[in-house]
T-cell receptor
Framework: SQQGEEDPQALSIQEGENATMNCSYK?????LQWYRQNSGRGLVHLIL?????REKHSGRLRVTLDTSKKSSSLLITASRAADTASYFC??????????FGKGTKLTVNP | GAVVSQHPSWVICKSGTSVKIECRSL??????MFWYRQFPKQSLMLMAT?????????EQGVEKDKFLINHASLTLSTLTVTSAHPEDSSFYIC?????????????FGPGTRLTVL
């Protein structure tokens, strides 16, 4: 299976600090996506990075992709309490299917 | 952005009953919808891909007779959990792809929490 793995599983930081989450996947991909999920809610798409891209920015988010290591990282800069949520990476290969990682639960303390 | 709704948002039922969950694309048409389940503190696992007008494609290990999927229109897919048991208690999330839209873009519903007593 292409199940991704995130680390850390849980991360607790103070407001203003940066948060970095990592994701690894197993097979070749067309793109890798990051999603956010507030407790008991649906998913919100954050950012997509294609397999031929190495880095992408969107506001306070920065995503990197290393296809040789089959890994990606999500950096949230200057975190806020409202960033508290679970973050998932999802790998997409040649089909529409998304294979989600296990997620990182981020807690930003005010 | 495209909006996907689910109904109900939560449901509690007795063991042995069947529960239907609806997934609707509100402001777009979707030929393809996806159903996921998520156990507490775990990731989303794809259950099946639902295509309008044809049979759903189930992932390995998902019982098609247990989880009936119907995609009768371009804006509605339903998941029926038949003869539900406590182990079916989970968070069920659907997503939809805009017809003619990029294959890599899915819009997710808010989820339905099923609790089977």
């Amino acid at each position: 299976s292409q199940q991704g793995e995130e680390d850390p599983q849980a991360l607790s930081i103070q407001e203003g600090e940066n948060a970095t989450m990592n994701c690894s996947y197993k097979t070749s991909i067309n793109n890798l996506q990051w999603y956010r999920q507030n407790s008991g809610r649906g998913l919100v798409h954050l950012i997509l990075i294609r397999s031929n891209e190495r880095e992408k920015h969107s506001g306070r988010l920065r995503v990197t992709l290393d296809t040789s290591k089959k890994s990606s990282s999500l950096l949230i800069t200057a975190s806020r309490a409202a960033d508290t949520a679970s973050y998932f990476c999802a790998a997409q290969g040649g089909s529409e299917k998304l294979v989600f990682g296990k997620g990182t639960k981020l807690t930003v303390n005010p | 952005g495209a909006v996907v709704s689910q109904h109900p948002s939560w449901v509690i039922c007795k063991s042995g009953t069947s529960v239907k969950i609806e997934c609707r694309s509100l402001d777009f048409q979707a030929t393809t919808m996806f159903w996921y389940r998520q156990f507490p503190k775990q990731s989303l696992m794809l259950m099946a891909t639902s295509n309008e007008g044809s049979k759903a494609t189930y992932e390995q290990g998902v019982e098609k007779d247990k989880f009936l999927i119907n995609h009768a229109s371009l804006t509605l897919s339903t998941l029926t959990v038949t003869s539900a048991h406590p182990e079916d208690s989970s968070f069920y999330i659907c997503s939809a792809r805009v017809i003619g839209g990029p294959y890599n873009e899915q819009f997710f519903g808010p989820g339905t929490r099923l609790t089977v007593l």
